[in-house]
């Protein structure tokens, strides 16, 4: 599985944006996918994950209720975040993963890394 991150930018406190993780490859729709993001001078961190079926998803506490993942197995076979409400902290580089579960995930050991994309979050 392969995978590209893409649809950070700047965005001004309280907006939306939303990330894209293009994957290839023919398993994508087997794999749980996961985001995770790194701030400046601080170490990764797990934000959100969704099973390979789309019907169980996991977030970090401080995004629930802001930020939603999805995945689309059929016809572009992407996974998204939906950032909604940003803020400042959310500021980092974000990173999306693939991995056989969503405990893999949780434990931030994925299989497949894609690059990371930036998001700058201005106050």
């Known amino acids: 599985v392969q995978l590209q991150a893409s649809g950070g930018g700047l965005v001004q406190a309280g907006g939306s944006l939303r990330l894209s993780c293009a994957a290839s490859?023919?398993?994508?729709?087997?794999?749980?996918m996961g985001w995770f993001r790194q701030a400046p001078g601080k170490e990764r961190e797990f934000v959100a994950a969704?099973?390979?079926?789309?019907?169980?998803?996991?977030y970090l506490d401080s995004v629930k209720g802001r930020f939603t993942v999805s995945r689309d197995n059929f016809e572009n076979t992407t996974m998204y975040l939906q950032m909604n409400t940003v803020k400042p902290e959310d500021t980092a580089v974000y990173s999306c993963?693939?991995?056989?579960?969503?405990?893999?995930?949780?434990?931030?050991?994925?299989?497949?890394w894609g690059q990371g994309t930036l998001v700058t979050v201005s106050s």
């Open positions: 969704i099973s390979w079926s789309g019907g169980s998803t996991y």
């Open positions: 490859g023919r398993t994508f729709s087997t794999y749980a």
């Open positions: 993963a693939a991995a056989p579960s969503l405990t893999r995930l949780r434990a931030m050991s994925p299989d497949y």
